[in-house]
């Protein structure tokens, strides 16, 4: 999975005009509070993950800023996980999928390495600050959700998420996942979102 950062990264770039519900949605799949519920929720478990997220996105209308946000994270973490992370766990010497029986051993790492990029892409772009005031400024009341989560689970995740940045805004940069990856990364990925929703468009 993506950073925090890198997702309102790719919805900010992707429409830099967005509204709070938008970038709301490109954080939400993360809010879920169980980790199988959100593992299922990002299509990690089910047999095709390209092909439900296709079918997904053929029930996705993109009028809906929300739920083609939450869309667009969902194929975010698709390509960082076969790209990006399958590369830092194959470096550790484990692979993508493998069952360890419990965390895998580059999980805290990986995360640490995460918060870095997040806190050095908050620090460094100088929207990050405006689109979070532009979420929190959102009565909850007005929040959609997502199956198996609530309005107060994604408005919980980010907060707590902006907390945690403004108290690293001096973290060091991350070794592992650089800002100059994050960024090609995050411009390829949005390239390539924009193709595959041709291919994969609203059926109505």
């Known amino acids: 999975m993506p950073s925090v950062m890198q997702h309102l990264q790719a919805a900010q770039f992707l429409w830099p005009q967005g509204d709070a519900l938008c970038f709301i949605g490109a954080l939400a799949p993360d809010g879920m509070p169980a980790w199988a519920a959100k593992e299922d929720a990002h299509l990690r478990s089910v047999p095709n993950r390209a092909a439900a997220l296709a079918a997904l996105a053929k029930q996705t209308d993109p009028a809906n800023t929300f739920a083609e946000a ?29 069952d360890f029986g419990g965390r895998p051993p580059w999980l805290e790492e990986y995360h640490a390495e995460l918060g870095l990029l997040s806190a050095s892409q908050y620090r460094s772009l100088p929207w990050s600050k405006d689109v979070f005031s ?45 800002d100059t990856l994050a960024e090609d990364f995050m411009q390829k990925a949005v390239a390539g979102y924009l193709a595959w929703r041709k291919e994969s468009p609203y059926a109505g």
Not at 73 to 94: A, K, N, Q, S, V
Not at 147 to 170: C, Q, S, V, Y
């Open 134 to 178: 532009l979420i929190e400024a959102l009565p909850l009341a007005q929040y959609p959700t997502l199956p198996g989560m609530t309005a107060g689970d994604i408005d919980g995740f980010i907060r707590r998420n902006r907390r945690w940045l403004e108290k690293h805004l001096d973290s060091p940069p991350s070794v592992a996942f650089p």
């Open 70 to 98: 939450a869309l667009l994270h969902l194929f975010l973490d698709w390509r960082w996980d076969i790209g990006p992370l399958r590369r830092f766990i194959e470096t550790r010497g484990c692979r993508l999928g493998q």
